[in-house]
């Protein structure tokens, strides 16, 4: 069966660090550090696993700021 | 295989809708009005509606959502968004027009305009979001507040000798004979917020069928004013407020559904 890789752009500055996206994710790809922040001081989600990545939009379609784009491919 | 030869335009699954301007959304981090703006404005995208479509901003958090919806919009004076929605559509009954309204606007100071507005049948859309609290306020009782529940002007909680009962609007207007489709949804997960798009399209197609009246509600967090972090702001409103406000269709092509 063909595998599904994905990846997640994150829009750092409007991310605001509510970490709806980290626990929606069936995979654990994702997560963010304290000490990380964007311009506002939020600590801004990145991709700590990114070989997880199934490219779901499950973090997308969750996120109340649109701050995910997903890209995903067959592989 | 490396991120950026996955990172291409030719596989891309899902961006943030262009019907929402570039303005970084003014709501607390986890807020679900964000997720539903969104929702509204896929909806509007995918219908192609969007040079067709009128918003009415209510008071309350969501006073700011035609900063960050790419349509005509416009504000009206608390409460009165399906007054304003009434008449708006009545003078451009080929536009699409619909209401965003919070719980302390749509079920407290606009109780009279929406049951009227429900029971005449407009051929409207009403969003409603659902928090249980006045959240820009700073958290004061509203009429949807749960019994039991804490809030700042009930820190003690809800009692309903002095404070009377909370207020299932959605309920009451499906009993109405001028509303076409009523729901209850949430946006707190993937499957809620795939649901509830489901639900915000139906209700913008049964507009273009000249149907009646769609009603959405919107179970939402409050985070800020439930003084919780998001994550357990979601979770607590999965143990508190879907029992009394249980989620699912109320109302379908105009006929009650049947629990």
New interface residues.
């Given amino acids: 069966m063909a595998k599904m890789?994905?990846?997640v752009?994150v829009?750092v500055?409007?991310c605001?660090?509510?970490?709806?996206c980290i626990?929606?994710c069936p995979q654990n790809v994702l997560a963010n550090i304290a000490a990380q922040v964007n311009s506002k001081g939020?600590p801004y989600v990145y991709?700590k696993n990114?070989g997880d990545c199934t490219?779901c939009?499950?973090c997308?379609?969750?996120?109340?700021?649109?701050?995910?784009?997903?890209?995903?491919?067959k592989? | 295989m490396e991120l950026k030869d996955i990172i291409k335009p030719e596989n891309l699954v899902y961006k943030r809708t262009e019907c929402l301007t570039d303005k970084v959304l003014s709501y607390c981090p986890g807020c679900g009005h964000g997720t539903a703006h969104r929702l509204v404005m896929e909806t509007i995208e995918e219908l192609g509606i969007q040079s067709e479509t009128i918003g009415v901003a209510s008071v309350g958090c969501s006073v700011l959502s035609y900063d960050f919806m790419d349509v005509d919009m416009t504000g009206a004076a608390h409460g009165r968004a399906t007054a304003v929605a009434t008449g708006i559509k009545r003078c451009n009954p080929e536009k699409y027009v619909f209401t965003y309204q919070g719980d302390g606007d749509l079920a407290a100071i606009g109780t009279a305009e929406t049951i009227h507005a429900c029971n005449r049948g407009e051929n409207i859309t009403i969003i409603f979001i659902n928090n249980g609290i006045y959240g820009m306020t700073g958290g004061q009782m509203a009429p949807t507040t749960l019994l039991g529940m804490k809030s700042s002007t009930t820190p003690y909680g809800r009692e309903s000798a002095l404070m009377g009962n909370p207020i299932k609007i959605t309920e009451l207007v499906a009993q109405l004979p001028g509303t076409y489709f009523v729901t209850r949804q949430s946006v707190h997960t993937p499957a809620n917020v795939r649901k509830a798009k489901k639900a915000i399209m139906k209700a913008f197609d049964n507009q273009k069928l000249k149907k009646g009246l769609s009603f959405v509600e919107i179970v939402s967090n409050c985070n800020s004013g439930w003084k919780m972090t998001p994550v357990t702001a979601n979770k607590w409103m999965e143990d508190n407020m879907f029992p009394f406000y249980p989620l699912g269709d109320i109302k379908v092509d105009g006929e009650l559904v049947k629990k």
């Fill in positions: 890789r994905g990846a752009v829009d500055e409007r605001k660090g509510c970490e709806l626990v929606n939020y991709m990114p490219g939009t499950n997308a379609v969750v996120c109340p700021d649109g701050v995910l784009t997903v890209y995903r491919v592989e």
